[in-house]
């Protein structure tokens, strides 16, 4: 089991820059993949990137390549997510996603994710 706990979301405007974290206790999270995913009120949740267990592979959605990167460190157990040149459309409650070993299907889709932080609110203002 592990418990997931993401920080660092706010207010910022657009063309600014927010690093979220997201904290994994409970198991090594060097054996995970992790993702991150995002959702607004009345739309289902959208991939935004994700990280091989290595750090090796990381994946992106078209809609932040170029603005986002993920990182991760496993000697402290946490993921990043660096997002500059935030747009108002990336505004949206980003939550932090792992599973053991490699997401069943496919990096892309939440449902190759087992385990779940509670969310960040990121709000870029115009």
């Known amino acids: 089991q592990v418990q997931l706990v993401e920080s660092g979301g706010g207010l910022v405007q657009a063309g600014g820059s927010l690093r979220l974290s997201c904290y994994a206790s409970?198991?090594?999270?060097?054996?995970?993949?992790m993702g991150w995913f995002r959702q607004t009120p009345g739309k289902e949740r959208e991939f935004v990137a994700a990280s091989s267990w290595s750090g090796a592979g990381s994946y992106y959605a078209d809609s932040v390549k170029g603005r986002f990167t993920i990182s991760r460190d496993n000697a402290k157990n946490t993921v990043y997510l660096q997002m500059n040149s935030l747009k108002p459309e990336d505004t949206a409650i980003y939550y932090c996603a792992a599973t053991v070993g490699r997401p069943s299907g496919s990096y892309y889709s939440s449902t190759g994710y087992n385990y779940w932080g509670q969310g960040t609110q990121v709000t870029v203002s115009s």
């Open positions: 409970g198991r090594s999270s060097s054996s995970y993949a």
